[in-house]
């Protein structure tokens, strides 16, 4: 260990680690005065990560760690702003900026590519951090309140609300939330896991203000505290701030959080419970989970272990566990909880089934652990533990940052082992670890030893049952009513006017108007004009034409097979999602899809397809559309990577009628677990789909009305037959042809020449291309959707125009503006949503209001037109203006991988959204002024009544009613 102390003198150097496979090095810091941690994770990325986290391992389900990262940042000693947290959103160019709370810590990261924006935002995180003011009205506001339902009626009844509050009653509306929290406080009886850190909802309203204020105390301290960075950062220069900004007014603390060893089960536990649903059909809507408590994952070589074993176990439809519980009858579809959980100080590993029935758990445990004692006695293939080893391989040598900044999926990733005061270098550095892995697996029995020892002869085990209950909804919707009924009861007169100051204190507060200049910013000065855009480096038309990229992949391939869609009928085109998942899921080059399965996992690192339709970027009543197909691999794996593409795109069969059935089963139950998560979005599709044939079509194909049909469609096979989805799925592929017209080839340039290679190899000349036209003929549709929920989302469209058209960037900058001068504070904060805001949609030539997780439906889509008065009305609005300017600038400029950059350039410039196209919009968003946001917002939504849609509980058809709103009940 090096024991050097650097310049700066307030930090040591305590390690310094390179990691060759990701081309990074890791510096571990330790503040001499309290003793906090700071990892940096060195390289040459231009967007640099910050996350500052603290342990949080709360006793309870009050939600206390949850609503303080809400509180902590509603202002802050330097900073005494109501919310500078979203006031800071608009005056950054960010590239993310969260806050989030795990089971075991709470932690505050951002990301950007401008050295100004990063250290503004490092000043308001530390502030927010370690001197947060925690006013009482941001907690009630943020966490929960008791509230008259009529204010000026005193005897009216009670009502909660709070952000938190409603946040947590959706999030838990959800089956599989329910069903991870409810095997995790099983597996679990005694640690912070046994409880919910995000809050129970009848949990939330038992937590006090002094309660938070104590573990605020407690908890945000430095010593609890762990720092991590990423990118080309003067790490002296960022040491100096966060000592001089906080660590320096603070002395060590002597007490250490920490995560005790579980408290392990002597026999196997099984546990039965249930969930709402609003349904008087419960038939296939229970839920089986067999769970085991495996060792620390601060051991890295024990961590590994368990994920090979689980890869094995579990990676494919050829796995020995994932294949015994797709082929059961006792269940519709593996669970979403399948796999290893490695992020808790101790791992567990979950499997089990869904739409499965109550008195099938015996046999579904029974099943489970028989597939796994003959794993224990036969063993497996030498060559799937070879396959599993070459994923794990794939997976550590990818750069990400698609999806999440690339610096923070690596940060978040060590963060577990920081937290448990683990080596978090060594997560990263996971080379060595690897080699010790591949040398265990050669020996004889290896398999059977782990999955013995880890499985089997592991007494923690829980049989979780998750049963549904049609009275269940009902009886907690009770409760709440008695709760508040019987504290209603109790109250004197002074308490009711106690109540009642409370909300008139907390109105008034949230109607002031806080000085931003309070609040450092970058300016529109510090944007860059020009887009950043990355060419192709080469078009190669010989052959099979392909389009060329050589970028920094870390010798990793990327290819995508392309052909425009053939003329399809509508019934076609609304099986084409499915046919797209199936396409590189069934068996192919003469094996079923078992072996199909496993040879795709020994080369590649996925395989997939999805169709792309989209309108003609100028007018939204043309739609065209191509299927791609998408794969990834190591550099070695050249070859028989585009040998296996080839198979997949020339021989997939489609008579495999169990495969299908289960497959179509999969998709369905993934869509319905997305409801709750993505209720806004699915509004919205459903609000637009009035707008044009295009908005539509997307809502039909993308939205509720595809799940519905997806269900309809599941429970037609199971009384039919798969004799229609084979002949559907069968005629797709015919129409499709056994040659694609084009390809997409990304690399780095060490293997250029062998990618190319091999390609030309497998391909002669491209397929006659076809025009891809989409025909399809709009038709009434749902605008009012009842589902299992305990909030709303709700949404408004109207018509605007499409990315070409000069007013597209004002409508753009006209969302942004809504969100932050209105929507946020109107619908947010007094009305209690999690979430709430508008959006410029040029895709389908549409503008959209949307809530989120919102206890309200009418009050919300007053909020919405009153938003529209409040733009018309505003006199000067020219900050707001440049606020959102940024914020679109930031997401616009979000960086990518290098492999993702390249493919999103080419699919951008393939459906007409050139270069040309979008620096034009970008010109004309850094022009947009105040007039213009005003003009847009007279032209386009003044006097219109636009198309409402609402995802709400069920129950409410009376509100459906009072709207107008076609009903349908999922």
């Excluded at 902590?72 to 608009?90: H, I, N």
């Excluded at 005897?155 to 946040?167: A, D, H, Q």
């Excluded at 009858?329 to 290893?340: E, H, I, N």
């Excluded at 004889?444 to 209950?469: C, K, M, S, W």
């Amino acid at each position: 260990m090096i024991e050097t102390t650097r310049n700066d003198a307030q930090f040591r150097l305590v390690s310094s680690t390179p990691v060759e496979s990701l081309n990074i090095g890791i510096d571990h810091y330790e503040h001499l005065q309290t003793g906090a941690v700071h990892y940096h994770i060195n390289c040459d990325h231009d967007e640099k990560a910050f996350l500052v986290a603290v342990r949080t391992m709360p006793h309870d389900s009050t939600g206390v760690a949850h609503i303080l990262e809400h509180t902590a940042l509603c202002g802050s000693e330097k900073y005494p702003v109501r919310d500078p947290f979203f006031m800071m959103t608009r005056r950054s160019l960010n590239t993310f900026m969260n806050a989030m709370t795990s089971s075991d810590w709470t932690a505050y990261p951002f990301a950007s590519q401008n050295d100004k924006d990063f250290n503004n935002l490092l000043d308001v995180y530390l502030d927010a951090v370690f001197f947060a003011r925690l006013h009482e009205l941001d907690f009630a506001q943020e966490g929960h309140r008791v509230e008259l339902s009529d204010r000026t009626d005193r005897n009216s009844p009670l009502e909660y609300k709070g952000v938190v509050f409603n946040e947590m009653k959706g999030a838990m509306s959800s089956a599989v939330s329910q069903l991870w929290q409810g095997i995790s406080s099983v597996l679990f009886p005694t640690t912070t896991y046994h409880y919910n850190s995000g809050g129970e909802p009848a949990d939330i309203v038992d937590l006090t203000y002094e309660q938070l204020t104590e573990f605020y105390r407690t908890h945000y301290h430095p010593t609890n505290a762990i720092f991590m960075t990423f990118g080309n950062l003067d790490v002296s220069e960022l040491h100096s701030k966060l000592h001089l900004q906080a660590l320096s007014r603070f002395e060590k603390q002597e007490r250490q959080w920490r995560v005790d060893p579980e408290k392990r089960y002597q026999k196997p536990v099984t546990t039965t419970a249930r969930y709402g649903v609003d349904s008087d059909d419960l038939s296939g809507k229970t839920h089986h989970v067999v769970g085991w408590l495996l060792g620390d994952s601060t051991d890295l070589d024990a961590q590994l272990e368990a994920h090979l074993v689980s890869q094995v176990l579990l990676d494919n439809s050829a796995s020995p566990l994932r294949r015994a519980l797709e082929e059961s009858s006792l269940g519709a579809t593996p669970s979403p909880l399948c796999g290893l959980e490695d992020s808790n100080r101790e791992m567990s590993f979950m499997c089990g089934l869904e739409g499965s029935e109550p008195e099938h758990a015996g046999a579904v445990e029974a099943l489970i652990l028989n597939t796994l004692n003959t794993v224990a006695r036969d063993g497996v293939p030498q060559d799937m533990v070879d396959t599993a080893l070459h994923q794990l391989e794939l997976h550590q040598r990818e750069i990400g940052g698609d999806h999440y900044p690339y610096g923070l999926q690596l940060i978040l990733n060590a963060l577990p082992a920081a937290t448990h005061y683990g080596d978090p270098v060594a997560l990263l550095n996971l080379d060595p670890a690897l080699e010790r892995l591949r040398s265990k697996v050669t020996q004889p029995g290896f398999i059977q030893e782990a999955v013995t020892r880890l499985l089997i002869n592991n007494q923690h085990r829980v049989l979780y049952t998750l049963a549904p209950d049609a009275e269940l909804n009902s009886q907690v919707a009770d409760a709440e009513r008695q709760r508040l009924e019987k504290l209603k009861a109790g109250m004197s007169e002074n308490d009711i006017d106690a109540v009642v100051e409370l909300a008139a204190a907390l109105e008034k507060r949230q109607a002031e108007e806080d000085d931003p200049s309070i609040l450092p910013q970058v300016t529109l000065a510090d944007v860059n004009p020009q887009l950043s855009y990355v060419a192709p480096t080469a078009e190669h038309a010989d052959g099979l034409a392909a389009t060329e990229y050589v970028a920094g992949t870390n010798g990793i391939l990327y290819q995508q097979l392309l052909c425009q869609l053939p003329d399809l009928s509508a019934d076609q085109i609304t099986w084409l999602p499915f046919f797209a998942q199936a396409w590189t899921e069934v068996g192919a080059g003469g094996n079923d899809y078992l072996t199909q399965q496993q040879k795709q996992t020994a080369i590649v690192g996925s395989l997939s397809s999805y169709a792309t339709i989209k309108a003609q970027v100028d007018d939204c009543s043309r739609l065209s559309g191509y299927l791609v197909m998408t794969g990834k691999a190591l550099g070695g794996q050249a070859e028989a990577f585009s040998s296996l593409m080839q198979e997949t795109w020339q021989t997939s069969v489609f008579n495999e009628e169990k495969r299908l059935t289960d497959l179509l089963g999969q998709a369905k139950a993934r869509k319905e677990q997305g409801i709750t998560g993505s209720g806004h979005a699915l509004a919205m599709s459903a609000a637009a789909a009035q707008l044009n044939p295009t908005a539509h079509f997307m809502n039909e194909i993308g939205g509720l009305p595809q799940t519905a049909r997806l269900k309809a469609r599941v429970n037609h096979i199971r009384n039919q037959g798969a004799g229609e989805l084979v002949s559907v799925l069968e005629s797709i592929s015919q129409a499709i042809g056994s040659d694609p017209e084009a390809a997409l080839l990304v690399h780095d340039e060490a293997s250029a020449g062998s990618h190319r290679a091999a390609l030309s190899s497998c391909w002669g000349q491209s397929a006659e291309s076809r025009s891809g036209t989409v025909h399809w003929s709009p038709s009434d549709t749902a605008q009012y959707w009842m589902v299992d929920s305990q909030v709303n989302f709700c949404a408004m469209a109207f018509p605007t125009v499409t990315l070409n058209h000069p007013d597209a960037a004002a409508l753009s900058v006209l969302g942004g503006v809504l969100r932050n001068g209105f929507l946020h504070t109107a619908i947010r904060e007094k009305g209690g949503a999690y979430g709430a805001g508008a959006t410029q949609d040029s895709s389908i030539a549409g503008f959209k209001f949307y809530s989120y997780r919102d206890p309200r439906v009418e009050g919300t889509f007053d909020d919405f037109s009153r938003s529209v008065d409040w733009v018309l009305n505003l006199k000067d609005g020219d900050a707001l203006v440049d606020q959102a300017i940024l914020g679109l600038i930031g997401s616009l400029d979000r960086p990518g991988s290098p492999a993702g950059e390249a493919k999103q350039a080419f699919h951008m410039d393939r459906t007409g959204r050139t270069r040309e196209i979008r620096q034009t919009f970008r010109d004309r968003l850094l022009q947009v002024k105040w007039a213009d946001v005003q003009r847009v917002t007279d032209a386009y939504l003044r006097g219109q009544a636009g198309s409402k849609a609402v995802v709400a509980p069920r129950g409410t058809e009376a509100v459906a009613a009072q709207l107008g709103l076609n009903l349908q009940d999922y």
